[in-house]
């Protein structure tokens, strides 16, 4: 794959994401962060919260099997799982944990049960997806993308954002 097709693909990865909904302006923010002292920081802070958050489902779904529900703790352990997803600007967990957050209000066992499956779907696609993302930096067909060019691409991705801010300039 030459450079000018790869770089079209992760920026259109990157807009899907934003697109469907997957990703808000939270994601550009943290790729702002990112600078030469720091060229996989990005990738870093994903791979932490995958690694905390599948730590919190299992502590969610622990907590929803002990009877009786102790909502206030399932909505406490939401809550951190929720700050945890909008720090890397998980828009659709972040959105089912607000359902979830209101089925503890309601005291409506069966909902936490729905969110918490449609959270776990949400949590395991953002996953695959973004693994994919950051896999495309990694390509090295014959040395065509070299490291110099990793920074250069995450710096002109940080130009693609939610749909309405989203410029397509490598036409």
């Not at 079209?8 to 943290?30: A, C, H």
């Not at 060229?39 to 690694?51: C, D, I, M, Q, T």
């Not at 972040?94 to 069966?110: T, V």
Request: hydrophobic fraction near 35%; glycine fraction near 4%.
């Amino acid at each position: 794959m030459d450079y000018s097709n790869l770089r079209r693909q992760i920026f259109s990865m990157k807009k899907s994401l934003f697109d469907q909904g997957y990703l808000d302006e939270q994601f550009n923010q943290l790729e702002e962060l990112q600078d030469d002292s720091s060229p996989n920081f990005v990738e870093e802070v994903v791979a932490l919260f995958f690694k905390d958050s599948s730590r919190l489902l299992t502590n969610i779904e622990q907590a929803l099997e002990k009877y009786p529900q102790d909502f206030y703790r399932l909505d406490s352990l939401v809550h951190q799982f929720k700050g945890s997803g909008s720090s890397i600007g998980a828009l659709r967990m972040k959105n089912e944990c607000s359902m979830f957050k209101a089925h503890c209000s309601d005291r409506n066992l069966e909902g936490c049960r729905r969110s918490l499956q449609k959270m776990k779907r949400e949590h395991a696609t953002l996953k695959q997806k973004l693994e994919t993302y950051f896999q495309c930096f990694d390509m090295d067909d014959e040395h065509l993308f070299l490291p110099m060019y990793r920074l250069l691409m995450r710096q002109l991705l940080r130009q693609v954002g939610p749909r309405e801010r989203a410029v397509n300039s490598w036409k």
